[in-house]
């Protein structure tokens, strides 16, 4: 018997069939991944340096999916759910690349400048700057 979703529209249904199939597909490659977030469980937030839990830690995509990356082992790693939020569409490199230089030429403007890309960068750009 096909169990259907009442009130969803086509497009909806067609992308929560896509995201199932996706989450299948994942589960299927990421077997060994039991003794590998036990691993990555042990080691800090490459980002933030600080403790994961299992309620706070995301599986993340170094080269994002998006950008070309690789749906495997090798290109993942657990980072903070709030890190990876912020993190969005960049690469590794360069996600490490702008925390540098956010912590050390500008640290009064890191929290807001971090808040902003867990918005989303769409989000910001409609933010009227406020005069201090």
Same mark, same amino acid.
């Given at each position: 018997?096909?169990?259907?979703?009442?009130? =969803?529209?086509?497009?909806?249904?067609?992308? =929560?069939?896509?995201?199932?199939?996706?989450?299948?597909?994942?589960?299927?490659?990421?077997?060994?991944?039991?003794?590998?977030?036990?691993?990555?469980m042990r080691t800090p937030c490459p980002?933030?340096?600080?403790?994961?839990?299992?309620?706070?830690?995301?599986? %993340?995509?170094?080269?994002?999916?998006?950008?070309?990356?690789?749906? %495997?082992?090798?290109?993942?790693?657990?980072?903070?759910?709030?890190?990876?939020d912020q993190k969005g569409n960049f690469? %590794?490199?360069?996600?490490?690349? =702008?925390?540098?230089?956010?912590?050390?030429? $500008?640290?009064? $403007?890191?929290?807001?400048?971090?808040?902003? =890309?867990?918005?989303?960068?769409?989000?910001?750009?409609?933010?009227?700057?406020?005069?201090?």
């Open positions: 018997m096909k169990t259907t979703t009442p009130g =969803l529209s086509k497009r909806k249904k067609k992308a =929560l069939a896509r995201w199932k199939a996706k989450c299948s597909r994942w589960k299927r490659e990421y077997r060994v991944t039991d003794l590998w977030i036990e691993a990555q980002y933030c340096g600080w403790r994961m839990e299992q309620k706070t830690a995301s599986l %993340d995509h170094m080269v994002p999916i998006s950008r070309g990356g690789m749906c %495997d082992m090798a290109n993942s790693q657990l980072i903070h759910m709030r890190c990876n690469t %590794d490199d360069e996600f490490r690349m =702008l925390l540098v230089f956010v912590r050390t030429k $500008m640290p009064q $403007m890191e929290k807001n400048l971090l808040a902003r =890309l867990k918005q989303g960068w769409r989000a910001s750009l409609f933010v009227k700057p406020t005069v201090v």
